[in-house]
């Protein structure tokens, strides 16, 4: 069994190792492949020269319907001919809002198949040494290739929406706490939670609630807060093509909760991505970045001059290290 320590491992001369982020819940229907979707356009908003991969473990069709520019072609590459060439490279796609993408499998059964050691994705994406972030969206199990992109991960979201999304976290974070390392990569994402739900006596909402509970059992959470919107429900339910929160529910609190978590991932990034005080420790440590300093007002002012202050605060010019 492999441990969750090593990321990317980017050939020499590759460049910068892929930063992963994994999101994942046991549970159905909590907005996994909603947030995974849209973090990686806003991501890319944030920082223009920020490479955006975004990968489904899953036979849903959403994010293929979501990013796909052109019409599937005969005989085109998805996520099962690069798991079976050990590479993600003759797969990935340019799709909508500048964020690549790997065209989903029709079935995934094969893929897991092919899924049982552990560390197989990790090596893929090793090989693949996308140079920037790379988006795990998985299926709603705690099998084989949610394992696989548990290994990969630098970060696992862990969406939880209500008390029975909070008991399947609980099983996610003891999976994680059995493998070295596993435990300190996951965080908590409240989400889709309607505030104005009772928390059952505990607290004056739910929300409240589920804050308390997750502080309790010592789980590291994002602080941003996801809610539940209507608006956001028909980008992707109302049309064939799901549509993007930053561009199509722009007057929505999702739309400023969105810009905040996309901001806290990128610090998050930023920070893991820093030299570790300890040299030989293991762990979280990855290379410091050479080339994503920032770059992109443009595509922030379109999310308030606040948002591209505090962006351009966080902009340090830094020589080319690579
Ligand atoms: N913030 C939100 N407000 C309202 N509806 C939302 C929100 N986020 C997601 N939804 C809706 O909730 C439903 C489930 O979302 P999504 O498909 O992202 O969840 P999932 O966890 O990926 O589901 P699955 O387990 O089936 O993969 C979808 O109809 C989606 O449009
Ligand atoms: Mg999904």
């Not at 893929?111 to 990790?122: F, N, S, Y």
Request: with cysteine.
């Amino acid at each position: 069994m492999g441990t969750f320590r090593a990321v990317a491992e980017a050939p020499p001369g590759a460049g910068t190792p892929s930063w992963v982020l994994t999101v994942s819940s046991n549970k159905g229907g909590v907005g996994k492949t909603t947030v995974c979707s849209n973090l990686a356009v806003y991501l890319r908003a944030l920082r223009e020269d920020l490479p955006l991969l975004v990968v489904g473990l899953d036979d849903q069709t959403v994010l293929d319907r979501m990013y796909r520019l052109k019409p599937a072609e005969r005989g085109e590459g998805n996520l099962k001919h690069g798991w079976a060439q050990r590479t993600l490279s003759q797969v990935i796609q340019l799709g909508e809002y500048g964020v690549h993408f790997v065209p989903s499998p029709p079935d995934v059964s094969l893929l897991k198949a092919r899924a049982e050691d552990p560390a197989t994705l990790r090596r893929i994406l090793a090989r693949t040494a996308w140079p920037g972030v790379v988006l795990l969206d998985t299926k709603s199990d705690l099998e084989a290739l949610t394992v696989n992109a548990f290994h990969a991960a630098n970060r696992i979201l862990v969406p939880v929406a209500d008390w029975a999304s909070l008991e399947e976290a609980a099983k996610t974070f003891r999976l994680l706490e059995r493998a070295q390392g596993g435990l300190a990569r996951a965080r908590v994402l409240l989400t889709l939670v309607d505030r104005r739900a009772r928390g059952g006596g505990e607290g004056p909402n739910l929300l409240a609630t589920l804050e308390r509970e997750v502080e309790r059992r010592g789980w590291p959470r994002f602080e941003t807060v996801l809610s539940r919107s209507p608006r956001v429900e028909s980008l992707n339910s109302g049309t064939a093509k799901p549509l993007s929160i930053l561009h199509h529910a722009r007057g929505t609190a999702v739309h400023g909760q969105m810009r905040a978590l996309a901001e806290e991932v990128l610090r998050d990034m930023d920070e893991s991505r820093e030299p570790r005080a300890e040299p030989g420790d293991g762990g979280d440590a990855l290379p410091r970045s050479g080339g994503w300093g920032g770059g992109l007002l443009g595509g922030l002012r379109s999310l308030g001059a606040s948002a591209a202050r505090a962006a351009a605060e966080r902009v340090q010019p830094e020589g080319e290290e690579v």
